[in-house]
């Protein structure tokens, strides 16, 4: 019986590790897409080429996690964040 709770105490790390990965991702497409276009924010400031770029990688992103999010794994969702 306590083998079977170290177990799935490991398992749920993981799982947990894993959601706090795709938590921050989504939480950072978020945010960025509000600072961007924000006026008060970055928004006003950015080139139009910049914001273009930067919206571009935050729709990829986008992309990425909706086609991804039932499947990745914490690393892939940290790579995939750093790569933003």
Do not use: C, F, V
């Amino acid at each position: 019986m306590i083998k079977d709770s170290e177990k799935y105490a490991e398992e749920d790390k993981r799982t947990k590790e894993k959601l706090d990965a795709k938590h921050n991702m989504d939480n950072y497409i978020e945010s960025m897409q509000k600072s961007i276009d924000d006026p008060e924010k970055w928004g006003s400031k950015l080139e139009a080429a910049d914001r273009s770029a930067i919206k571009d990688a935050l729709t990829d992103a986008r992309d990425w996690y909706n086609a991804n999010s039932d499947s990745a794994e914490k690393d892939e969702y940290d790579d995939k964040l750093k790569e933003i």
